[in-house]
C-alpha cells in the first residue's frame, strides 16, 4: 500500500483474530491470568471503541472460531 491508498483506517491481518483466540485459550489452560486479562481488555477495546471494521474483525472473528 502506497502512503496514497492509505486512508488511516486499522486493518487486521487475515487470520489475526482466529490466532488471538488460540493464544487466549493456551493462556486460559494455562492459567496466565494476567496476559489474558490484557488481551482480553484489549478485545473489549475493539469492541467498544474500535469502528466498524476492527469492531466486525472481532466479533465476527470471535464468534466464527469459537462456535
Request: net charge negative; aromatic share 4%.
Amino acid at each position: 500500500m502506497t502512503d496514497a491508498e492509505d486512508d488511516g483506517a486499522v486493518r487486521v491481518r487475515p487470520g489475526l483474530m482466529s490466532d488471538l483466540l488460540r493464544l487466549a485459550v493456551d493462556w486460559f489452560d494455562r492459567g496466565a491470568a494476567e496476559p489474558l486479562e490484557r488481551l482480553l481488555i484489549a478485545f473489549d477495546a475493539g469492541l467498544s471503541e474500535g469502528d466498524e471494521c476492527v469492531e466486525n474483525a472481532v466479533a465476527v472473528s470471535l464468534v466464527e472460531d469459537a462456535g
